[in-house]
């Protein structure tokens, strides 16, 4: 499937912005599911320094300086991307979850070193005993670690409810975890919690999600958004995609641009600033499907 998209931000701050410094993840990734044809970042006022680069987890990131004075910032993101539709695994044939468990619990092994990192704590997601018993309930000793993800993403599911007025991007994970309710940030920080308590390694993405409007109405410009899931490692199968938000296994309609520890790692747009008082934020995206 190929898609167009573009993804404006656009910052309005109360007081002037004298120096302001800016990191961008918005270029998709190039993998062996997903080609990025092409790429282009708009900037206004126009930078001072930009240059671009690939973050620890090898994310494309771009950072860029403005030393002129704005209340304004806008960051426009154009990419033309390819995205293939893959057969997802069998989870009833991966490997059984207390196996897979026990590799990455100390010591482990050079080989899987760079997945167990996506064990442990990160800024905005903590194991806890809590979370490892919801989970267990879904792991019974012998459950392929697949098929164990796959109910604990169902469940989440029917237990959480979507609300997109009740959590910011600083909620902290514990809030929606009581209140069983927020958005596609909250539910994969929730799963990603839950999986590390019981040491599998899960990392959070970042992408955008192919929305179709109800039958016999158009496309409405600028109404898509930035979309988050999960990805879990299984041996043999490597990092495995389950979307909490939605109940299924990303195919062709999800579109990937970053991969971290949790969002604090993948954010779209991010920076320090000296003056500007008070801020809005607008963010509009475009995901269309080409012929």
């Known amino acids: 499937m190929d898609y ?15 120096v302001s410094h800016h990191a961008a993840r918005m270029e998709p990734v190039r993998d062996g599911r997903q080609d990025c044809l092409g790429f282009s970042l708009r900037i206004l006022p ?14 494309s990131v771009t950072v860029f300086g403005i030393r002129e004075l704005h209340r304004t910032l806008e960051v426009e993101a154009y990419s033309r991307v390819t995205v293939r539709e893959i057969t997802p695994p069998v989870p009833n044939l991966s490997p059984v979850w207390t196996e897979v468990a026990r590799r990455f619990r100390d010591p482990v ?19 806890a005993p809590e979370f490892a018993r919801w989970a267990r309930e879904s792991f019974d000793a012998g459950t392929p670690i697949l098929a164990g993800v796959a109910e604990l993403v169902g469940r989440l599911y029917k237990e959480f409810e979507f609300d997109p007025v009740a959590t910011d991007v600083a909620t902290p994970l514990e809030e929606a975890w009581k209140a069983r309710r927020g958005v596609c940030q909250d539910f994969a920080h929730v799963a990603l919690a839950c999986l590390r308590s019981l040491s ?7 992408g955008y999600l192919r929305t179709v409007p109800p039958a016999g109405q158009k496309r409405m410009q600028g109404a898509d958004a930035s979309h988050a899931w999960i990805s879990v490692f299984c041996p043999y199968n490597g990092w495995v995609d389950f979307d909490p938000t939605n109940n299924i296994m990303p195919s062709d309609g999800h579109i990937t641009v970053a991969t971290g520890r ?12 000296t003056g500007g008082g ?3 934020v607008e963010v509009a995206v475009d995901v269309i499907p080409l012929p």
Not at 200 to 206: D, I, M
């Open 4 to 18: 167009q998209l573009v993804h404006k931000t656009v910052y309005q701050y109360s007081e002037p912005v004298t």
């Open 46 to 59: 126009e930078p001072d320094v930009c240059t671009t680069r690939h973050d620890y987890f090898g994310n």
């Open 109 to 127: 092994s050079p080989q899987d070193t760079g997945a167990y990192e996506f064990c442990l704590d990160s800024p905005m997601v903590r194991p």
């Open 200 to 206: 599998l390694p899960a990392r959070y993405v970042s």
């Open 262 to 273: 949790d969002y604090s790692d993948v954010s779209p747009l991010s920076g320090i600033l």
């Open 278 to 280: 008070e801020h809005t």
